[in-house]
């Protein structure tokens, strides 16, 4: 790929971050869409200060972008995920769901 964006939650504000409307408005700001149509590679890093991330959250935030991708095995390659284990299964399990309920991400 291309060049590398990161995206780290210790400079957002945190660290407890809930809500998929609150995800869906960081995807805004972060410009997640247009990664989706380039050329990149996305660098998520979690540090270990966040105290919470709720699969709501996540689904905001990433949803869209799973779906696009199509498998977790294609959405993995463009978007890296650096944090502790529970936050690995809690993104895992919402890569799983965003694939199995596509429609929840129809606006």
């Known amino acids: 790929m291309g060049n590398t964006v990161i995206i780290d939650f210790g400079t957002l504000e945190g660290p407890v971050f809930t809500g998929r409307p609150r995800g869906e ?3 805004v700001k972060l410009h997640v869409d247009s990664y989706d149509e380039q050329n990149v590679e996305v660098e ?3 540090p270990d200060s966040t105290y919470s991330i709720s699969s709501s959250f996540i689904l905001g935030l990433f ?3 799973v779906v696009k991708a199509g498998s977790k ?3 993995y390659n463009k978007f890296h995920f650096n944090t502790n284990e ?3 299964e809690v993104i895992d399990s919402c890569v ?3 694939l199995q309920d596509k429609d929840i991400f129809t606006n």
Request: hydrophobic residues 45%; proline residues 0%.
């Open 63 to 65: 949803g869209k972008s």
């Open 44 to 46: 998520v890093n979690i």
């Open 73 to 75: 095995d294609a959405f």
């Open 86 to 88: 529970l936050f690995h």
């Open 96 to 98: 799983s769901r965003a």
């Open 25 to 27: 408005q960081l995807r």
